[in-house]
């Protein structure tokens, strides 16, 4: 349930940033990816779309 919540945040707070261009909800978004991507029994394949996000919402 923890990851789901986190997922649905950082999901949240992504579109928030591309329809506002907010950088708290950006800064949020890098967030909610990093503490999924650190959760324990987060899978491979998870963390390496979590750290695909947060490339994009740096670049």
Do not use: W
């Amino acid at each position: 349930m923890e990851s789901q919540n986190l997922l649905i945040a950082a999901l949240t707070y992504m579109v928030r940033f591309q329809a506002t261009h907010c950088e708290t909800a950006k800064e949020r978004a890098l967030i909610m990816f990093d503490a999924l991507a650190e959760l324990k029994g987060c899978s491979p394949e998870l963390e390496f779309l979590c750290n695909e996000a947060n490339q994009l919402l740096i670049s």
